[in-house]
């Protein structure tokens, strides 16, 4: 079946560590995105990619960086500058070209110890 | 930001029903979507409006005024199922931006 994989589920890192999570579609879907959720909050939009080879910074890219070198792939490196990296991460993918429906993967539950 | 507001919390009774409001502030606004979430789940797509009116689906409906910058999502026939997080989405530039949700639960 076609959908967002999105791994580790759950992620324990020290300060001071790069992680990266993984997000891999078969939904040849064009645009892809990374979301983080706080407690109580709405999900705010970290990156996002519209096509191979291009990303854009979305309204907390601060301490992120991203790389779309294939259509299926669009990994999330949490690196150290983040100040406050606990969080719940979500990916999501979306036809290009019209404002269509996005769907998600599962998450990525990210801790700091 | 796009200024999205909606109520953080709502309770009500199994077989009752509630409607959630949402307000944005948007120009050049696509249309607005509504995403159900379960605590430690992602998102699921509820429904979509572009034009203004009321679109039915099934339990759920979902009512958009564009020139008010204003939607709801109206539940009925409540199930304990239902108790979960509401959020509002609208939609620019090929890019969702998400209200903080409002929790609904659901009692006996």
């Known amino acids: 079946d076609g959908g967002i994989t999105q791994s580790p589920k759950y992620l324990f890192r020290k300060e001071g560590q790069n992680v990266t999570l993984s997000c891999e579609q078969n939904?040849?879907?064009?645009?892809m995105y990374w979301y983080r959720q706080d407690p109580g909050q709405g999900l705010r939009l970290i990156y996002y990619s519209q096509i191979v080879n291009d990303f854009q910074k979305g309204d907390i890219a601060e301490g992120y960086s991203v790389s779309r070198e294939k259509k299926e792939s669009f990994p999330l490196t949490v690196t150290s500058a983040q100040k406050n990296p606990t969080a719940f991460y979500l990916c999501a993918s979306m036809v290009a070209g019209l404002t269509g429906e996005l769907f998600f993967g599962e998450g990525s539950r990210l801790t700091v110890l | 930001g796009q200024n999205i507001d909606q109520p953080t919390e709502m309770t009500a009774t199994e077989g009752a029903i509630v409607q959630i409001n949402c307000t944005y502030q948007?120009?050049?606004?696509?249309?607005l979507f509504w995403y159900q979430q379960h605590a430690g789940e992602a998102p699921t797509f509820l429904s979509y409006?572009?034009?203004?009116g009321l679109e039915e689906k099934g339990r759920f409906s979902s009512f958009l005024s564009r020139s008010k910058g204003y939607s709801y999502l109206l539940l009925k026939e409540l199930q304990m199922k239902d108790s979960a997080s509401y959020l509002c989405a609208p939609s620019k530039d090929y890019k969702l931006s998400f209200g903080a949700g409002t929790t609904v639960t659901v009692r006996a």
């Open positions: 939904l040849n879907h064009d645009a």
């Open positions: 948007t120009s050049g606004f696509n249309g």
């Open positions: 409006n572009v034009l203004d």
